[in-house]
């Protein structure tokens, strides 16, 4: 009977883990950041942001193994106190990231795209600051597509192959995570090992699907035009309202009352 070796496992769950929580406030932060800007040089950053994901792993892999290897310029400053990325943990990290990144940065910039400009308006118009606007408006109303980003970084950072064995390697028990290990496991003919490893991945990816496909839907009027459909996105529609409203009411205590009404005469019509 083959003996299970679990390292692959942990340290694919603590890549993943770690990628998709950095990769969460990077691609987060550049959607934000990305969706306040226009222009012809928008393209060349939307070109940047979204290149690991037209290129080959294993070229991404090249590129960071020139970026931090012992002649490359991050290598060469990590060097001189003594650190080292490439053929480490961190740089399975590294490799994870880099990959999930346009993932998570895609989705969030549609669905900050789809918040009504009008609410963001309104609060910068009261003298909320850009970054409590972010918070507490933008940031709530644009959270579904969010958490569809950040499952979809963790599913592509636990699938992670070519850039992690160019730039980490497979060192069993420090970097070989479930995909290295299937990978070398076919190679020495092991298949039992190789089965054991990606029946744990369709373990981990399950979850992944399911919080994909069964996520906040919104429904709204169809072409036979129900009644039920449209007192759900007018529903919807009220609750925004309602969020909004709470943060004016909090800058301006003197409109309290006023929004309290308008809000409850919305969520009467609408009910």
Known sequence: MTTVDWSPIWISLATSVTATAFTLVTGLAAAAWRERRSGPAMALVDGIFLLPLVLPPTVVGFFLLLLFGRNGPIGKLLFRFGATIVFSWPATVIAASIVAFPLMYL????????????????????GASEWRVFREIALPLAWPGVLAGTILSFARALGEFGATLMIAGNIPGKTATIPIAIYFAVEADDIQRAIACVRSTWLFRWPCWAGSTTGPTRRVPDARGGRGAERCHSKSKSRKLWRTSRLMCHLQPGIRRSASLDHRARAKACC
């Open 107 to 126: 989705t969030a910039r549609a669905a900050l795209e789809q918040v009504d400009p009008q609410f963001l308006q309104a609060a910068r118009t009261l």
